[in-house]
C-alpha cells in the first residue's frame, strides 16, 4: 500500500476548511414526524435482519431468504468483537413509535450482541437502519506500521425497506450517525458508496459528503462484497471539530 499517496489525499481533505454542501435537488420529501432515530435494541433484532436482508437480497426467495434472517439475526445476537477503544452501533428508524409516549423495561448495563437490552411497550416498526463504528476495517491503515486510524467514525449497512423509501429516512439516519460520532470525538466521517447507485451518492453529497479519489497504485480496502462491485470512498468533516486528524 502507498501510505504516501493516501496521506496527501487525505491530509488535503483535513486540511481544507468545510465547504458547502453541494446544491443537489432533494430527492426525498419532507420527513414524517412519526418517524424517530435512535440506537436499536434487543426488541429490534429480527426486523434489523429482515431489512438488512430484504435490501440487500432482494432476489432470494423462500427457504434461502428466511436461513439468510436467521444467519443474520445469530450474527447479531452473538455480537462481534471490536478492539479496545473503538465504538460501534446500531441505529434504526422507526414509525409508529413516539419518544413522549414510549414506557421503557430494563437496564442501561444489560447488552446482548451491543443491543440495548431494554424493551417498551411501543417500539414502533423498524423502517431503516444504519450501523456507525470506529473500528476503522475500511479506512487506509496508517504509516509502514498500518497504525488503525482513529477520530473517523464510519458509516456501513445502510438500508431502508422498500415501501418506506423516499421519505428521508436515510437523511435522519446519516444525520443521526453523524451525531454520534462527534459524540464519541470524532473529527470526521466515511462511507463507501456503490458507483453504480448515483441515486445514493447524491443523496451522501446532499449531505457533505466528498468523494476521496484514490491514489493510483494504491491498494484502499474496501467493504467485502461481489468482487464486480466498485465504490467511491467519500468523507466529510463535521462541524465544530478540528480542520485535520494528526491519527
Known amino acids: 500500500m502507498k501510505h504516501t ?8 481533505f483535513m486540511e481544507v476548511r468545510l465547504c458547502r454542501a453541494s446544491q443537489v435537488v432533494d430527492l426525498f420529501s419532507t420527513v414524517s414526524p412519526e418517524i424517530i432515530v435512535r440506537e436499536a435494541r434487543l426488541e429490534d433484532c429480527w426486523e434489523v435482519a429482515e431489512t438488512h436482508c430484504s435490501s440487500f437480497f432482494p432476489e432470494y426467495s423462500f427457504p434461502l431468504d428466511f436461513v439468510l434472517r436467521m444467519d443474520r439475526l445469530v450474527a447479531m445476537l452473538a455480537g462481534v468483537s471490536i478492539p479496545s477503544g473503538c465504538k460501534r452501533t446500531c441505529l434504526v428508524a422507526v414509525i409508529g413509535s413516539s419518544l413522549d409516549q ?18 417498551s411497550l411501543n417500539k414502533g416498526y423498524v423502517a431503516g437502519i444504519l450501523t456507525v463504528d470506529t473500528v476503522a476495517d475500511f479506512l487506509p491503515r496508517k504509516g509502514p506500521l498500518r497504525q488503525r486510524r482513529t477520530g473517523i467514525a464510519y458509516i456501513s449497512n445502510v438500508a431502508v ?18 451525531s454520534q460520532a462527534r ?10 458508496c456503490d458507483l453504480k447507485n ?11 459528503f466528498k468523494c476521496i479519489k484514490v491514489p493510483e497504485g494504491a491498494t484502499w480496502p474496501q467493504p467485502k462484497t461481489s468482487p464486480d462491485i466498485q465504490f467511491n470512498f467519500m468523507m466529510k468533516l463535521l462541524k465544530n471539530s478540528p480542520a485535520s486528524v494528526s491519527n
Open 5 to 12: 499517496g493516501f496521506s496527501a489525499s487525505f491530509d488535503l
Open 102 to 119: 414510549t414506557f421503557l423495561f430494563g437496564s442501561d448495563d444489560f447488552k446482548i450482541g451491543g443491543f440495548d437490552g431494554k424493551f
Open 161 to 178: 425497506r422498500e415501501k418506506f423509501r423516499r421519505k428521508g429516512i436515510a437523511k435522519l439516519l446519516v444525520a443521526k450517525a453523524e
Open 183 to 192: 459524540s464519541w470525538g470524532c473529527r470526521a466521517i466515511a462511507l463507501h
Open 198 to 208: 448515483p441515486v445514493a451518492t447524491k443523496l451522501y453529497q446532499g449531505q457533505g
